[in-house]
């Protein structure tokens, strides 16, 4: 089962896997600690503007993968409104109780979740895991034999996808699963679970051995079908990321958008 989206490829795919996950590591925490809420609406603007215009997928689909993002933002912002603390009260009705202090906090938390949501969705559309991997073998020396075990569980995905499918048709041809009520479900997972874990554990086993016979278990130099490297875009990377933190902090400090600037 092969699934594959069109998109261009942009300088960002060209950025080393390794240093953009640590870089994208370094901005959640980063993230994390702000407290300033006009300075996280300049990084949320900022993540989304650089999703938008550097992932090389079109804005239709962006937006489709943003809908969970948006969906969360919702969801944590408005809890903390209806229902948090603070002394300046806007609306009180039943349990719904808005303060200005729980405002800002429901949108501090809000905005934090769409950067963390937009962070990784960048991360993600633009890196190849195969790259991913290679990258963190070369330059991170993780060991191979964990590298190699997560792409090949990786791997494994689509294809127990695939098999769910076959079993799925092979059984509704057989008449499995019309059955109603709790035996008729019981049936119905019973028929799915025993042939599922079958497959996967002589799965496993045939990758187990295959990774042992090339001697994934050994700790002696190997070769790399791909070598990854460091270039011009990882510095435009680094360079690029530091002056839009430096930008959307100095706007938040200088242009303020609310009267409050730390909200914890």
């Keep these: 089962m092969h699934i594959e989206f069109s998109y261009r490829e942009t300088w960002l795919h060209r950025v080393n896997p390794s240093l953009k996950l640590f870089v994208s ?6 993230v994390l600690f702000t407290h300033n809420p006009s300075v996280m609406l300049n990084a949320a603007a900022a993540a989304v503007l650089v999703l938008f215009s550097g992932s090389g997928h079109p804005g239709k689909r962006l937006v489709l993968y943003a809908l969970p993002a948006l969906l969360l933002f919702v969801s944590s912002s408005t809890s903390m409104i209806f229902y948090g603390k603070g002394e300046t009260t806007w609306l009180e009705w039943g349990i719904v109780h808005v303060t200005e202090e729980s405002f800002f906090r429901g949108m501090q938390v809000g905005m934090k979740s769409l950067c963390f949501a937009f962070i990784g969705l960048l991360f993600a559309l633009t890196t190849r895991p195969v790259y991913l991997f290679y990258s963190l073998m070369q330059q991170c020396k993780v060991p191979p034999k964990y590298a ?4 090949a569980a990786m791997r494994l995905l ?3 996808i695939e098999e769910f499918q076959t079993l799925r048709h092979a059984l509704a041809v057989r008449g499995v699963g019309r059955e109603r009520g709790l035996a008729g479900l019981y049936r119905k997972m019973k028929a799915y679970a025993v042939p599922m874990l079958a497959q996967s554990i002589r799965r496993a086993q045939r990758i187990a051995v295959a990774m042992e016979a090339k001697r994934f278990a050994g700790n002696g130099r ?3 079908y791909y070598e ?3 270039s011009a875009a990882d510095a435009a990377f680094v360079a690029g990321t530091a002056l839009v933190c430096a930008a959307a902090y100095a706007a938040g400090m200088l242009l303020p958008y609310f009267p409050i600037a730390d909200v914890r």
């Design 222 to 224: 190997r070769t790399f």
């Design 228 to 230: 990854i490297g460091f």
């Design 148 to 151: 190699y075990s997560f792409m």
């Design 25 to 30: 590591l370094a901005l959640f925490f980063l």
């Design 158 to 160: 689509p294809i127990m």
